[in-house]
């Protein structure tokens, strides 16, 4: 039997602490396109970017004043047992998690009437065998997030195809989404679908090749081409306009090829919590 208090407490000290922490494999991915970059320009916003986290790790503060939209993964087993609702021990864990960050949360998306707490969250289930329980954590900013984007692709454009939609969608992005970014990619399913996988992928460890060597090979071709683009660090030129991409996917109708990107600044904040029940 899983605590529910629990649960909320858990998930209020988890978020609360991501929230003040890049997470350290972009820091290395970052340290790593320092030493590599010969454009001066890029090479000193990517000091900026490194000193900005180093101060936030050591001041207990945000790396970031968009703290974003709370995004949580959940994995539950179908045997797990609650001691009362889980949906509202997630809004609870949220909401503390939140307390001291900006409240970016409206309650109605045209209306605008700010929520004050940062709540709802976007819960996503995957159900799984057995009774375990874990939860993924994303702070989704709004400045990376509306540079996201949807192709619909005929299946004849294929790979080429795939990767000039995620290439043309980073373009158009530019500078807004503070390059260097994190890229996720889902391809196949739906609409919905390709884009739920684009936010999967990025819970995946930064820098980490898909499992798939076929996607991971599609992985690097796309950082390769979007690279090319000589945005940069900032805008301000180079050739680190992206640090990684992730590459999720999933089987697609005979007569479909959805290619869904998600843009992820360089200012990635989550986590991932394992609970245990009650004994």
Known sequence: MYSCEKIAATLS????????????????????AKEEETNPRAAWA???????????ACGDCYPCQDTGIAMLFVRMGCNAQFDGDLGDALVRGVRGGYRDARKSMVAHPLMRVNTKDNTPPVVRYEITAGK??????????????NMSGLRMLTPSKGREGVIAAVTDIVREAGANPCPPVLLGVGIGGTTDLACELSKRALLRRAGAPSPVEYDAALERDILDAVNALGIGAQGLGGSHTALACAVETYPAHIGMLPVAVTVQCHSARHAHIIFTEDE
Request: hydrophobic share 50%.
């Open 46 to 56: 990517l000091e900026q970017i490194l000193e900005n986290a180093r101060i936030a």
């Open 132 to 145: 375990g329980l874990e939860v993924f954590f994303l702070a989704k900013g709004a400045g990376s997030e």
């Open 13 to 32: 000290r988890e978020i609360d602490g991501a929230l003040k922490k890049i997470d350290p494999d972009v820091v290395a991915l970052l340290e790593a």
